[in-house]
């Protein structure tokens, strides 16, 4: 079976371009890998570099097309969740009833509606770290980001077909008006001021999302074996959250791009 390269524009900021290139054998992820440059080409070069390299590095076995259909690749699967901590843990010494013989007598009763004593306290479970905080709520007017876009638009000289094909490319659905969520309308515009004129809507870099970048960290950090906590405390180290919600895309994509260099690093 043959491989298939697909390649993602992730991020255009000033003179920074990052690509995202990954190989596909069917429908059987084989690895990905991230690349830095300024200009998209000279990004796309390295993150294929990488990505050659670690295949040969780590060969993946390709299923013959007579076997069953292929399943995705297991570094997309969702990590499993945390277990949560139990209030009180299980070797917590439990009050052995008192007889009447053994009570202290040199005390009197409590008056009643008086409680003689506090429960002991719950021991409050740690949050994992993907549930420490929620990310930044979407701005209600998008009106100046729109604007943008539409001159974007004129200069890449799209009208509504054109920009339809790229929306369904991009998003699933060819209507700029169902994009519900600032991050997308956020990446829909980065990648199109990325894009030089004239562009071809069939065939340009489309952006990745937010769920694309979680899905490519979750792949690096089983490719680097980290357990939670480990990872934890690398983006608490490297960026000074304790969440990967905590982080806008841009510091996602960041925090993607650190993965990339200790897995280099690991692999040296």
Known sequence: MSMELRVQLVHADGQVRVVHVSAYAGEQLLGSALGEAPDAEAAEDRALQRLMARLAATPVQVPPASAAAPTTAVIHSPPPPAPIPSPIPSDHPQPQPVSAAQAPTEHPAA????????????????P????????????EDWSSELLHLDRELQRLQWGRA?????LQRAFGHPS???????ADLLAYLRAV???GSPADPAAAAVPMRR????SQCDALL???????????????SQL???????????????FNLLLEGELLAAGA
Do not use: C, K, M
């Not at 054109?162 to 790229?166: D, G, Q, R």
């Not at 700029?176 to 600032?182: A, D, G, I, K, W």
């Not at 769920?211 to 979680?214: E, M």
């Not at 089983?222 to 608490?236: D, I, N, Y």
């Open 240 to 254: 000074q959250v304790s969440s990967r919600q905590q982080l806008s895309d841009q510091d996602l994509l960041q």
């Open 111 to 126: 008056p009643p509606g008086e409680a003689t004593s506090s429960p002991p306290a719950p021991i409050a479970a740690t």
């Open 222 to 236: 089983r490719q680097l074996g980290w357990p939670r906590e480990r990872a934890r405390q690398f983006l608490e």
């Open 176 to 182: 700029r008006n169902r994009l519900t969520s600032y």
């Open 162 to 166: 054109e920009e339809e094909v790229y």
């Open 211 to 214: 769920q694309d970048l979680l």
């Open 128 to 139: 994992a770290p993907e549930a420490a905080a929620e990310p930044p709520a979407d701005p």
């Open 193 to 195: 001021e990325a894009l």
